[in-house]
């Protein structure tokens, strides 16, 4: 049990400290899994809603791949990009790999199925309610997609963040193509993983801690907002 | 008013011979009506008679298996028609901005639309609850936002699909105010209600409609009076029927 | 409010997105081995490398394996490992442009304190693995190719024991860097085949004790290659060129003579002048 006041006493050291390190790595986690997400959201938000709203030849195909995606582990997303951004891959020229982009690029990867598949079902489920009287006003599918996400907001929202704790929480992507170099790409998941190997297990636990509460607030912050706007749109 | 004077009509609406059916149902049987404008046309019968089933496809929401169903002025027939369901379906936004979506659909200009909101508001009695959410509105108040909404597109043809189902007696009031003064300011009316008092204080005209066949299409006056068909005369004995 | 929800979203898309690389940073990617990473040399001596050049150096470390697979890819200017024969083929099919010598290190055994293999004081480490082995004792491998995992299959071949065969009974492939299966070998307790660095910078030992060292089988050399520009022509070849002359100079060489883990030296400089 020492293992864990140890860890409690360094996550305290490293928060009181204002480590220069720990907040250059704090801002960079939360810079990519930020903008990861918020990539993830602006193609997924769309495609999820067209998936519920459109009957196509290979819906069925793209209702199981986005289910499927979901799933896959991080390391093959961090894989494929990695030899998608290798010098030696289609795309080398760019020379993306082991910077943050290239870690962003990962985490859209991992997230956008994610949001895509669980923006489907919201917006199935609300279309079911809406669409007679979406079509009696003249909004087919096409043009009723704005104010069914906008509708669906405070679900969208859990949708999104359910994104945000994957990309947040993945260790497996982010370490093949960032390559958890220190002051370029070392992030919360790939600093706890690197003091994992160094075997000091108290100040990876105490990392842990600190983007358990990171993530922590972020949620809290959402269910406040979704509550409080929640109450007042019914 | 912003609809321009010289719209042709697109009444009359003329169904021919229409049937709709759904796994193997025959839901509404062998239809031929012809609605003129100017009316209030209530639609009565038991339960499950088709009634809802008859609106949509009148309103094209959905397509008979059968027949035909042709506006005089095909062209534009969607955009001067509208509908008020039995439960209404409101925009997780404020109340003028439900009108204020339903307009910009039919491409209604911002100015515009500004002027109709606070009109249709101001005729239904929701001024005041203008920048509410919809949703938090009683289940009146969201009908009678919901017969605005409609009202405001200025429809030449307005289908009410038992829109007092669920309300009191004073919603129910109100509703039946607003429907008439939507049609006093020039719109035809064609509704169904299961409720005989309602047919008897809105109707022109009744059609009577069991298991998806109109038995009975009359004046009101006569169908009240003396209804030709037996299992009308039985309807309005208040016998059940099936 | 929509219209607001999406400017904010976008400017934060915007603001987020990585800005190109400023400009004035001279770098270039080393990649290199898990346990010289692990060991804390490059925190030392890469910040004296960066005062003199004004060159920063990005570490990215992996197994010798990946590392040389990576530099393969030309996803890095150089490549900095301990595998001898891997390094020499790497040059020899043209993906470096010449091995350097630059330091060595050594492996060593380390165990349960109860020793039940009894090893503890044995000279030879080939009589140590086939101790190990006799007794059927608990023997963690990296099994992740990387270069002390390469180490500990040669040694294991002049035993003359395929320890392989027995993997998943005694024999434990972790698959893993070599802090994981020192963390692996503690946790079982198990004997286990390290490198002396990050041994000695290893802070979870639990049981586990030093067996066996100083066997001259167990010398690690490290070799430092320029990949070859010819093959990625994107590759920093006068930086990594300045780092290879400044690691096997006489000021290199000092830094890393100069680097203890508690107290003990921990690479041994061996550049040829």
Same mark, same amino acid.
């Given at each position: 049990?020492?293992?864990?006041?140890?860890?409690?006493?360094?996550?305290?050291?490293?928060?009181?400290?204002?480590?220069?390190?720990?907040?250059?790595?704090?801002?960079?986690?939360?810079?990519?899994?930020?903008?990861?997400?918020?990539?993830?959201?602006?193609?997924?938000?769309?495609?999820?809603?067209?998936?519920?709203?459109?009957?196509?030849?290979?819906?069925?195909?793209?209702?199981?791949?986005?289910?499927?995606?979901?799933?896959?582990?991080?390391?093959?997303?961090?894989?494929?990009?990695?030899?998608?951004?290798?010098?030696?891959?289609?795309?080398?020229?760019?020379?993306?790999?082991?910077?943050?982009?290239?870690?962003?690029?990962?985490?859209?990867?991992?997230?956008?199925?994610?949001?895509?598949?669980?923006?489907?079902?919201?917006?199935?489920? &609300?279309?079911?309610?809406?669409?007679?009287?979406?079509?009696?006003?003249?909004?087919?599918?096409?043009?009723?997609?704005?104010?069914?996400?906008?509708?669906?907001?405070?679900?969208?929202?859990?949708?999104?963040?359910?994104?945000?704790?994957?990309?947040?929480?993945?260790?497996?992507?982010?370490?093949?193509?960032?390559?958890?170099?220190?002051?370029?790409?070392?992030?919360?998941?790939?600093?706890?993983?690197?003091?994992?190997?160094?075997?000091?297990?108290?100040?990876?636990?105490?990392?842990?801690?600190?983007?358990?509460?990171?993530?922590?607030?972020?949620?809290?912050?959402?269910?406040?907002?979704?509550?409080?706007?929640?109450?007042?749109?019914? | 008013?912003?609809?321009?004077?010289?719209?042709?009509?697109?009444?009359?609406?003329?169904?021919?011979?229409?049937?709709?059916? *759904?796994?193997?149902?025959?839901?509404?049987?062998?239809?031929?009506?012809?609605?003129?404008?100017?009316?209030?046309?209530?639609?009565?019968?038991?339960?499950?008679?088709?009634?809802?089933?008859?609106?949509?496809?009148?309103?094209?929401?959905?397509?008979?298996?059968?027949?035909?169903?042709?506006?005089?002025?095909?062209?534009?027939?969607?955009?001067?028609?509208?509908?008020?369901?039995?439960?209404?379906?409101?925009?997780?936004?404020?109340?003028?901005?439900?009108?204020?979506?339903?307009?910009?659909?039919?491409?209604?200009?911002?100015?515009?639309?500004?002027?109709?909101?606070?009109?249709?508001?101001?005729?239904?009695?929701?001024?005041?609850?203008?920048?509410?959410?919809?949703?938090?509105?009683?289940?009146?108040?969201?009908?009678?936002?919901?017969?605005?909404?409609?009202?405001?597109?200025?429809?030449?043809?307005?289908?009410?699909?038992?829109?007092?189902?669920?309300?009191?007696?004073?919603?129910?009031?109100?509703?039946?105010?607003?429907?008439?003064?939507?049609?006093?300011?020039?719109?035809?009316?064609?509704?169904?209600?299961?409720?005989?008092?309602?047919?008897?204080?809105?109707?022109?005209?009744?059609?009577?409609?069991?298991?998806?066949?109109?038995?009975?299409?009359?004046?009101?006056?006569?169908?009240?009076?003396?209804?030709?068909?037996?299992?009308?005369?039985?309807?309005?004995?208040?016998?059940?029927?099936? | 409010?929509?219209?607001?929800?999406?400017?904010?979203?976008?400017?934060?898309?915007?603001?987020?997105?990585?800005?190109? *690389?400023?400009?004035?940073?001279?770098?270039?990617?080393?990649?290199?081995?898990?346990?010289?990473?692990?060991?804390?040399?490059?925190?030392?001596?890469?910040?004296?490398?960066?005062?003199?050049?004004?060159?920063?150096?990005?570490?990215?470390?992996?197994?010798?394996?990946?590392?040389?697979?990576?530099?393969?890819?030309?996803?890095?200017?150089?490549?900095?490992?301990?595998?001898?024969?891997?390094?020499?083929?790497?040059?020899?099919?043209?993906?470096?442009?010449?091995?350097?010598?630059?330091?060595?290190?050594?492996?060593?055994?380390?165990?349960?304190?109860?020793?039940?293999?009894?090893?503890?004081?044995?000279?030879?480490?080939?009589?140590?693995?086939?101790?190990?082995?006799?007794?059927?004792?608990?023997?963690?491998?990296?099994?992740?190719?990387?270069?002390?995992?390469?180490?500990?299959?040669?040694?294991?071949?002049?035993?003359?024991?395929?320890?392989?065969?027995?993997?998943?009974?005694?024999?434990?492939?972790?698959?893993?860097?070599?802090?994981?299966?020192?963390?692996?070998?503690?946790?079982?307790?198990?004997?286990?085949?390290?490198?002396?660095?990050?041994? &000695?910078?290893?802070?979870?030992?639990?049981?586990?004790?030093?067996?066996?060292?100083?066997?001259?089988?167990?010398?690690?050399?490290?070799?430092?290659?320029?990949?070859?520009?010819?093959?990625?022509?994107?590759?920093?070849?006068?930086?990594?060129?300045?780092?290879?002359?400044?690691?096997?100079?006489?000021?290199?060489?000092?830094?890393?003579?100069?680097?203890?883990?508690?107290?003990?030296?921990?690479?041994?400089?061996?550049?040829?002048?």
């Amino acid at each position: 049990m020492t293992d864990f006041s140890d860890a409690f006493a360094a996550a305290i050291g490293l928060v009181l400290g204002l480590d220069t390190s720990l907040t250059e790595i704090v801002g960079l986690s939360l810079r990519v899994s930020l903008t990861a997400v918020a990539i993830a959201a602006f193609i997924g938000l769309p495609v999820g809603a067209a998936i519920a709203l459109f009957r196509f030849p290979g819906r069925f195909f793209f209702v199981v791949a986005t289910n499927a995606l979901m799933g896959m582990p991080p390391v093959v997303v961090g894989l494929i990009v990695y030899l998608l951004l290798s010098r030696a891959g289609p795309f080398g020229v760019f020379g993306l790999l082991f910077t943050p982009t290239a870690m962003i690029v990962a985490q859209v990867l991992l997230v956008t199925p994610i949001i895509a598949a669980l923006t489907r079902q919201v917006i199935e489920d &609300l279309w079911i309610e809406y669409e007679e009287q979406m079509r009696s006003l003249g909004a087919g599918p096409g043009r009723a997609v704005p104010a069914l996400l906008w509708d669906g907001r405070f679900t969208l929202i859990t949708a999104i963040l359910a994104g945000f704790g994957r990309a947040s929480a993945e260790v497996g992507a982010v370490m093949i193509v960032g390559g958890n170099i220190d002051h370029v790409t070392r992030v919360m998941t790939t600093s706890i993983a690197l003091e994992v190997s160094k075997g000091n297990l108290a100040l990876a636990l105490g990392l842990g801690m600190i983007l358990l509460v990171l993530s922590a607030s972020i949620n809290a912050a959402a269910y406040l907002i979704q509550h409080n706007t929640k109450r007042w749109h019914a | 008013m912003t609809a321009p004077l010289d719209d042709t009509s697109i009444l009359p609406l003329e169904l021919t011979d229409v049937s709709f059916a *759904a796994g193997g149902n025959r839901l509404i049987k062998d239809v031929t009506l012809r609605f003129e404008p100017g009316l209030k046309t209530v639609m009565i019968g038991p339960n499950g008679a088709g009634k809802s089933l008859f609106l949509r496809l009148c309103h094209g929401l959905l397509q008979p298996t059968q027949g035909s169903i042709r506006w005089q002025q095909e062209t534009g027939a969607d955009r001067h028609q509208a509908m008020v369901f039995q439960r209404p379906v409101m925009l997780r936004r404020s109340v003028a901005a439900n009108i204020d979506y339903a307009l910009k659909l039919r491409q209604i200009s911002r100015r515009d639309r500004g002027d109709i909101i606070d009109r249709v508001l101001h005729q239904t009695g929701l001024r005041r609850l203008a920048d509410q959410p919809a949703r938090v509105l009683s289940i009146g108040e969201q009908q009678k936002l919901a017969l605005a909404r409609a009202w405001a597109l200025e429809p030449q043809v307005l289908f009410l699909d038992e829109p007092t189902a669920s309300l009191d007696p004073a919603a129910i009031h109100s509703v039946e105010e607003i429907i008439a003064a939507i049609h006093d300011a020039g719109t035809r009316i064609i509704m169904t209600t299961h409720d005989l008092g309602q047919a008897r204080r809105i109707a022109d005209e009744v059609l009577f409609i069991n298991r998806g066949r109109i038995l009975e299409a009359a004046p009101a006056d006569r169908f009240f009076n003396a209804p030709e068909n037996d299992l009308a005369q039985a309807f309005l004995r208040g016998e059940l029927l099936w | 409010m929509k219209r607001v929800i999406l400017m904010a979203l976008m400017t934060t898309v915007i603001g987020l997105l990585p800005g190109p *690389a400023l400009a004035a940073e001279k770098f270039f990617t080393l990649v290199g081995t898990t346990s010289t990473d692990n060991s804390g040399l490059y925190e030392k001596i890469l910040p004296l490398f960066t005062a003199r050049t004004g060159i920063k150096v990005r570490v990215v470390s992996v197994g010798t394996g990946r590392a040389i697979n990576i530099a393969k890819n030309g996803d890095a200017d150089v490549l900095l490992v301990h595998h001898k024969t891997s390094e020499e083929k790497f040059v020899a099919e043209g993906y470096g442009l010449k091995r350097y010598d630059v330091m060595y290190n050594d492996f060593i055994i380390v165990g349960p304190e109860n020793d039940p293999a009894n090893i503890l004081g044995l000279k030879s480490v080939v009589d140590g693995l086939a101790q190990i082995a006799a007794t059927k004792s608990f023997f963690v491998s990296r099994g992740d190719d990387s270069g002390t995992h390469k180490k500990e299959l040669s040694i294991w071949k002049m035993t003359g024991i395929d320890a392989a065969k027995a993997s998943g009974t005694w024999y434990r492939e972790a698959g893993a860097g070599m802090g994981a299966t020192l963390n692996t070998a503690s946790a079982m307790p198990a004997y286990t085949f390290s490198d002396r660095g990050t041994w &000695l910078k290893f802070e979870n030992r639990g049981g586990l004790r030093l067996m066996t060292e100083s066997d001259p089988l167990l010398l690690n050399p490290y070799g430092v290659i320029l990949i070859n520009p010819k093959r990625h022509p994107h590759v920093k070849a006068k930086m990594g060129q300045a780092f290879i002359d400044w690691i096997t100079s006489p000021e290199g060489q000092a830094a890393i003579k100069a680097y203890r883990i508690n107290g003990r030296q921990a690479f041994f400089p061996n550049a040829k002048k």
